[in-house]
């Protein structure tokens, strides 16, 4: 399958490895002409270190398969399957998209990695509007493999499907999101968790250090291989039922502290940003963010072998 990359920033390039790892064909694209082959030479460092982590066997056969193209015309010509990666601006998508659906093949897919904005926002006037949807990652999709799946309501069932068996053929983990919603799922589990965060700290109840490590070192071990419904089923006598039953009094009783809607105040973000540079300084986030990438490969080659176990 010939897979067309539009944008090469850093989701960009994360997907141009998970379909070149799926062993599909990559042109890569962007509207600034210097910006891919900076992209292909950290594309060129990144599988290195998936080969580093044991997570790929044939880095060479991998860089392979990716190209950079010159112009959108390029990129798109003989396309099966179009992963768009531009800001998250709906004007911005709306122009390419009307580009794209205007030069790509009729069977081509439209996808976008947009992490808020539905795809009616951007596709309504278009020809060929059925054959768009969104395909929002987890940053970096190369090593977490969650895909959410969200169509317009005018998206063909067959272009979801054929999205979905995309995902699926480069080992990423699809899910189907049934209804438009702002944000998919994903950040709207993440903006309820990060929403108390901000208040207990603002409220003088935990630091920011006490409120990651909370996380990290509890929640966060769990949902490293399972998710919240599987972890309350699992954390009650007779299953997810007699767990509700258990504490559905508390939960109903926490709730109704946390019915502000209010923006995140400027007193407690500073005071956050100064915790954070105080534990990680500015110019260290980079290596940070490196640091991340590699714990995350080792996360995965574990989850890989146990997986293999397990069958």
């Known amino acids: 399958m010939n897979i ?8 960009g390039q994360a997907w141009a490895i998970v379909f070149a790892r799926g062993g599909h064909s990559v042109k890569l694209w962007d509207g600034n002409p210097d910006a891919v082959p900076a992209a292909i030479k950290l ?5 290195a270190d998936l080969k580093e982590a044991g997570l ?4 060479k056969g991998l860089l392979a ?8 015309e390029e990129v798109l010509k003989d396309a099966d399957y179009v992963q768009e990666n531009l800001p998250e601006r709906v004007e911005m998508k709306k122009e390419i998209f009307t580009r794209m659906d205007a030069i790509a093949a009729p069977h081509c897919v439209l996808a976008s990695s947009t992490s808020s904005i539905p795809a009616s926002a951007f596709t309504e006037d278009l020809p060929g509007r059925s054959r768009c949807l969104i395909a929002h990652p987890v940053n970096p999709p190369y090593l977490v493999p969650v895909v959410e799946i969200c169509g317009a309501p005018w998206t063909d069932a067959k272009v979801v499907q054929k999205t979905w068996d995309v995902m699926e053929s480069v080992g990423q983990k699809p899910v189907k999101i049934y209804k438009e919603l702002e944000g998919f799922i994903l950040n709207r589990l993440q903006g309820a968790l990060l929403r108390e965060a901000f208040r207990l700290v603002e409220q003088g109840y935990v630091d920011a250090d006490g409120l990651d490590v909370t996380v990290r070192e509890g929640l966060g071990l769990r949902w490293s291989f399972m998710g919240p419904f599987e972890t309350i089923d699992l954390n009650a006598p007779d299953g997810l039922a007699d767990y509700a039953h258990r504490f559905n009094n508390m939960y109903q009783s926490i709730s109704t502290e946390q019915t502000d809607t209010a923006h995140w105040s400027e007193d407690v973000i500073q005071k956050l940003e100064s915790a954070r540079r105080k534990i990680l300084p500015k110019d260290q986030l980079l290596a940070r963010r490196l640091w991340r990438d590699r714990r995350l490969m080792g996360l995965a080659a574990h989850k890989k072998a146990a997986e293999k176990n397990t069958k």
């Not at 067309?4 to 989701?11: P, Y």
């Not at 594309?43 to 599988?47: A, C, G, K």
């Not at 790929?56 to 880095?59: A, G, Q, R």
């Not at 398969?65 to 959108?72: E, K, M, P, Q």
């Open 4 to 11: 067309a990359v539009v944008g090469s920033g850093l989701i």
């Open 43 to 47: 594309i060129s460092t990144q599988v």
């Open 56 to 59: 790929i066997d044939d880095p």
């Open 65 to 72: 398969r990716i190209s950079g193209a010159a112009t959108l």
